[in-house]
């Protein structure tokens, strides 16, 4: 699209425009000055593309510009292309006007080049510095073609998207790490997860999904939590833990398949390779999963948390890079979790597993009202507190299940990065608020 600042993107910068005068715009990436020919690498959206400045043949004043050109200052550029097969872009562009839009202050406290290397303090407090890393642009459109994929993958199979409310009355699960609100002088809180409203949501339109933060008031400080993250929810009416197991696996498979197909720029720049999964994910139940713990010395009874100490244990006994946990204890599952008809220790739930990160958990709900009043006292919640949400139980609640997942524990596994705050463009957690 043309626009005054700009009529072409670096990715359209070819040899075949060899001599057509053209606008460019962007950051000032990179200078180098060889005394007869200096050079200006120019970053926009795409990519980058070369200037070259005569010191014979170009006016005074571009020289000029050049000496006060400062590394990440905006500017807009009207040259020439030419065509340069020695260039390592195969073409460059000799200017004839340069404008200087914005002017970045010198020295920057991150190199954006990444030729020198920041800790992730720095660079999350050089948080807009660090986004126009190459890296970081590589991860976000990464990310975002998974994001792309959820949706169109889930649409195809009848889901709708909604938004669910983000300030709420009660607690979604119980516990205490819940962010308090003033709600018009009440008290109210930040949402966990959209759950019980979507279960909501699957008994009028059966098939939802919702892609939206959440907040947990943890104290964990980790590099595997965030105090707020993008969810991925669906609920669906009609469906038990085992149809919704093959949805999350088969939406996980299409993410793998179209970022291979697509970002295959992106995952060089990162150095990944993502893992070969092949479908139905290797299913192991929680007992299962205790005995194997046993076999490798670990001491755990039934009742136990499978954390990831455990986990990273466990997946060398699987082998398999991504695989589900099912048939939790009731204990370990929220009140909303059906129990199993055949063992009512257990539940009909899940948990998505990479390697040794917990990245999705589902279940069977239960669709009775009697049965969620029980279990809320069970985990020693009021009720009366839920009447919000029970009360549409009295009229007509279909079987359904779901999950949630993290998106940016999601994108540990896209890109290999080993941090969430990493895969989150501004993230907050204990230490962090700005920017």
């Known amino acids: ?34 005394g007869g020919k200096k050079f200006v690498l120019v970053r926009d959206k795409d990519g980058f593309i070369q200037l070259v400045i005569s010191k014979k043949e170009s006016p005074p004043e571009l020289l000029r510009i050049f000496r006060e050109l400062t590394f990440e200052s905006v500017i807009s550029v009207r040259g020439i292309v030419k065509k340069e097969p020695k260039a390592r872009l195969g073409v460059e562009i000799k200017p004839l006007e340069i404008k200087i839009l914005s002017k970045a202050k010198a020295p920057l406290p991150l190199d954006v080049s990444e030729k ?6 720095t660079r999350l407090r050089e948080r807009v510095l660090d986004l126009r890393r190459r890296e970081m642009r590589a991860m976000i459109k990464i990310m975002d073609t998974a994001i792309e994929t959820i949706r169109n993958y889930l649409r195809k199979l009848g889901f709708v998207e909604v938004f ?20 018009f002088g009440k008290k109210a809180y930040l949402a966990q997860s959209p759950q019980l409203y979507k279960e909501l949501l699957a008994g009028a339109l059966e098939r939802v999904f919702e892609i939206g933060p959440a907040w947990r008031a943890e104290e964990s400080d980790t590099p595997y939590h965030l105090a707020e993250f993008i969810s991925i929810d669906i609920e669906a009416a009609f469906m038990d833990y085992e149809d919704v197991m093959k949805v999350l696996e088969r939406v996980v498979y299409e993410i793998l398949n179209n970022l291979r197909k697509e970002r295959e720029k992106e995952l060089k720049i990162l150095g990944h390779e993502l893992p070969e999964i092949s479908l139905p994910l290797r299913r192991i139940t929680y007992e299962e999963a205790l005995e194997m713990l046993r076999s490798e010395g670990i001491d755990v009874k039934f009742g136990d948390d499978i954390g990831t100490p455990e986990l990273r244990i466990l997946s060398k006994c699987v082998k398999d890079p991504l695989y589900f946990i099912t048939d939790w204890p009731r204990s370990a ?17 899940f948990d998505l597993v990479y390697k040794f990160l917990e990245l999705a958990s589902g279940s069977t709900r239960i669709h009775r009202r009697k049965e969620l009043e029980e279990r809320l006292k069970e985990q020693n919640l009021n ?29 540990i596994m896209l890109t290999g990065k ?12 204990r230490k962090r608020l700005v920017p």
Not at 24 to 29: E, L, Q, R
Not at 116 to 121: M, N
Not at 385 to 403: I, T
């Open 116 to 121: 020198v290397p920041a800790d992730i303090d």
């Open 418 to 429: 080993q941090n969430v705050k990493e895969l989150t463009l501004f993230p907050r957690d």
């Open 1 to 34: 699209m043309r626009t005054r600042y700009r009529t072409h993107l670096s990715s359209e910068i070819t040899p075949e425009l060899d001599g057509q005068e053209v606008i460019i715009a962007g950051w000032v990436h990179a200078k180098r000055d060889i």
């Open 383 to 411: 009720p009366k507190d839920f009447e919000f949400f029970l009360k549409w139980f009295d009229y007509g609640m279909p079987p359904h299940a779901g999950w949630g997942m993290g998106l940016a524990r999601l994108g």
């Open 164 to 183: 669910t409310p983000k300030i709420i009355a009660a607690a979604t699960e119980g516990g205490a790490n819940l962010f308090p609100v003033m709600y």
């Open 333 to 349: 599952k929220p009140f909303y979790t059906k129990v199993k008809d055949s063992d009512p220790r257990l539940t009909e739930s």
